[in-house]
């Protein structure tokens, strides 16, 4: 990283999780699944665990079209004492029997301070929600339960502030932070949120952390998704988390930006080629900053 | 309220904290003030409790000008380990010094589910930060205290998202709700934020809650406070939260847009005529909406 | 002003129209009427100049509730051939039929270079509408003609992109400019746009021009317009724009947003003792700066 | 284009430029080049006009590099009497030159609608300016003239604004259209402006025409632009407009946005690549929508 310009001055309360060289860049266990290194990885998954039947099937159909690591949410936002508030225990032991069944690593995401005990015992990688990146008591249990965190960026959070939560954790003991670019809130109608594929870029230029995109939450429709997967490919991010459903019109959440199987299974074979070239290109990548 | 209207369907996830009838309206009380009645309350106090001479001072002279409510911050975000992290118990301590030294009721924020309990032992009012508005737990946490809440809207959060928030502390089983406008995130950089001065006024066509201004986080400036408090008034809100240091240049957060003693004793002075004149109105306000 | 203060830098592009001494303030006079001196002035009238009856009805009725100027757009956005383009030039003449029937002086848009000889043959005061704040051909023909300005502000635009076009129309040999606020674009949903009412205080701190305040396009829904029209005065605007239509739901144009003469009526009744009080506190409201 | 989704009734205003059949595409020819057909065409050169030798020189190492299509300003924004306004009709002639010299087809904005029968003269496809999006009068002139024109997404236009300004352009009989995402107004301080490019994605899903990115606007920073430019590719956008300069640091305008020849020949040795598996998978790209 060069020396100068005084656009990185907004980065200055996050020093540690900066580049100190051109080729320092963190690369972050999940299992057997690495994120940030060489390979890109694809985490797909409902939205919510709803049944025991519905999280067995997407976890085999997403593991058999590539994925490596399998998403589920356990904890819901509790907006209310009568909204689906999640299966919590029974959907974090789901989410680590499908794990025995199909050697996806899992991730999911943890709400509540007082829950990260327990969600670390079931889950590979913690996720810190949208809502929860400058809710500082729960960075601070997440990090404290050694697990890798995939911290989400704020709604209207700037990538100073994205990376000022990735420092928070950092300064609690845990290295471990996989940034995730999910679309930002914008005046624009056309789509759910507006996805910011220069964050992702200049979070590769600036930070050592690895960076993933959730395309199913920016786009918020899923026949915008497999673009903006393969503009996050081209992008130089690291890998995807997408939302897949065995039937989405059906699902308990989010059912519009869910991909079928069939289309995570297009998506992925035609992935594959732009994976290849991103590989092929990754040392142009590299000095693009 | 009257039927009919499309732009009132985004309101439909918070069917409770809506005005049923023309003139139904919820009064808070926290300790002898009523929020949302005929009064127009002001709040005031340092954005951190540093330390028992500051406090103290600033109380006595944020009586004096006519405030109502105190308020100081003893649990600061804690963006890492070595970051100021506010006083704690200590400053909780502190403010219910100077309620009992001034007759003052005391509001202040609760940053975590576990502190909910030991901060409503001190506090009046418990403050739900811009940060925190979607944080279900500890929504849930801080109604079930009993307490108020003052609930700040979120950076991004729309006037929507704001009672759907309000809306959960409600549906677990806490009615008393205070919400508050402290500006949201733009493109704009005159400001530190833009204040949504309309968003008031939704707020008190649509809802029967309370509606206070915070025009110093909205605005980031000390010398935009007194005219942005003044149009609080003349929009229709309840009252206002202000930050006002004995000494802003050397406060340990917020200097900028904090208020000096002089300050806050000139505007409150001036704000006098505006809220009289309000109340002359308040039957012409009722009939606006 | 004093010296010093980082967030000035911003301005440093429009250096005529910032105060150079405190009491530095332009009077602009449009017929007789002056606006930025003591008297907050109403402009109002329809959206559109419809019919000879319309406009006639509407400027007798704004007139005797306290308006002072007339406005009415004669020439509209051609965003089609098909699409109603306005009176025109036969629009001209009916507002000047309308100024010597009642004494308003007329603010009419300007909406392409070429036209603005003609409009300023027949308007006191020439409107820059927000899609034209950067048609910098349009600032320049409009500024030509010598007629006093009325620049609204670009839906994105910030307080300083606003003085950057307002120096161009004076580095052009016209210094009566006036400012108008009408709400900026965000992700809010219950408002039309939202009302920037900071950056009408802003706008009063630094620059010497008068800033009138536009509610209804704020707003977009005519119950909002008193409040905002309230808390304007309060905030020390010069004076106000607003859309006022016989019979709105049957207007060509902008008929959510427009008051009835009744509407109007009413609030300019009720306006009269905000102004008043205005009045008194304005050696207060010229020392906030 | 299936039936159904509400999301589409905000492109109700903008019914021919939609698709009206899955294979319905609009091909826009300049000279001997053709956008929105097989191949990804970019184009490229400074932002302004500045002496024959820099634009000379820059058309010939841009053609060299696979361009095809010469940029330059001749008109810039007047915002004043004193700024640099482009060399006018000298500029157009050098562009006119250029095009001799290299067989590149040339693009240049046209700022008044006055200028647009000269302007049209010189430049294959004249270009509406983001702040020019909503100019009615100048879309007109422009329209009229019968060359084809590059509409370039205003700063805090929707996806649907921006098809509505494309439906008056074809409106007044001009059907040769091509929209230029450039990036929105947000608040993120890290990039200029924000780019969207799932706005490319949605305008390809549901427009006829041509779509091209401009990612040095977007993105306000040269390091930036050749990642964005592989996103564009791999989003499906038909072509690129880039400034390039041969001494981007002296540059009279947007220099920090510039790349070098350097900088250019890297980045189009890069695309080539991308362009090729874009154009494998076209097919697939089609099937998307």
């Not at 845990?174 to 624009?188: A, H």
Request: include cysteine; glycine fraction near 8%; charge should be neutral.
């Amino acid at each position: 990283m060069e020396v100068g310009g005084g656009w990185k001055d907004q980065f200055a309360n996050a020093p540690d999780v900066l580049k100190n060289q051109p080729d320092h860049r963190t690369v972050v266990w999940a299992g057997n699944v690495s994120i940030g290194g060489e390979e890109f990885v694809t985490i797909a998954g409902p939205c919510s665990v709803e049944t025991e039947r519905q999280l067995m099937e997407t976890a085999i159909r997403v593991a058999a079209a590539g994925a490596r690591v399998l998403r589920g949410g356990a904890f819901k936002p509790r907006s209310s004492p009568y909204a689906f508030q999640g299966l919590g225990l029974e959907g974090l032991k789901l989410l680590a029997k499908a794990r025995a069944l199909t050697g996806l690593a899992v991730v999911t995401e943890v709400m509540a301070a007082a829950d990260a005990p327990m969600v670390a015992q079931y889950a590979d990688i913690l996720q810190i929600g949208s809502r929860s990146m400058e809710n500082y008591a729960l960075l601070e249990a997440a990090a404290k339960t050694g697990r890798p965190i995939l911290l989400k960026r704020g709604m209207v959070a700037t990538v100073a502030d994205l990376l000022q939560s990735a420092q928070c954790i950092v300064s609690y003991g845990n290295p471990n932070v996989i940034l995730c670019e999910r679309g930002i809130r914008t005046f624009e109608t056309a789509t759910r949120n507006t996805f910011d594929i220069a964050g992702i870029v200049v979070l590769k230029e600036i930070s050592r952390l690895p960076v993933i995109a959730d395309p199913s939450h920016a786009a918020g429709r899923r026949s915008l998704v497999p673009a903006l997967a393969r503009s996050a490919v081209a992008a130089g991010a690291d890998g995807l988390i997408v939302e897949v459903h065995p039937d989405p019109d059906r699902a308990w959440s989010d059912g519009e930006q869910s991909l079928t199987f069939t289309g995570f299974g297009t998506m992925m074979a035609d992935l594959a080629a732009w994976c290849e070239l991103r590989a092929a290109c990754r040392s142009a990548l590299e000095t693009v900053a």
